[in-house]
């Protein structure tokens, strides 16, 4: 299994991406998706996650701004992010709690993570 993030970048302060994760191998299911980010000499942390439902969560301070989504016939999270600042400059990872046989157990897989930068 492997999950494979892209559409990160470099943008200016007010600006706009939407990077998406794509989980592709041996999958039979997959439960809820997430992004974290970790930004320099920080702690990694939650971002957003949703359940293969639709069901949304959001770190507080995210909501409004960044929007999570997925497509359950691609396997792909995406995250769209909106009025970007500068703090929001991080590598952003991916992650999808999943099964890869019908038996077997539910197992969290990370991406490899994707860099956001915010500058003027």
């Known amino acids: 299994v492997q999950l494979q993030a892209s559409g990160g970048g470099s943008v200016q302060p007010g600006g706009s991406l939407r990077p998406s994760c794509a989980a592709s191998g041996s999958i039979f299911s997959i439960n809820g998706m997430g992004w974290f980010r970790q930004a320099p000499g920080k702690q990694r942390e939650s971002v957003a996650g949703i359940t293969r439902g639709g069901s949304t969560n959001y770190a507080g301070s995210l909501e409004g701004r960044f929007t999570i989504s997925r497509d359950n016939a691609k396997n792909t999270v995406y995250l769209q992010m909106n009025v970007l600042k500068p703090e929001d400059t991080a590598v952003y990872y991916c992650?999808?709690?999943?099964?890869?046989?019908?038996?077997?157990?539910?197992?969290?897989?990370w991406g490899q993570g994707t860099l956001v930068t915010v500058s003027s």
């Open positions: 992650n999808a709690d999943l099964r890869s046989r019908w038996n077997s157990p539910l197992t969290t897989y």
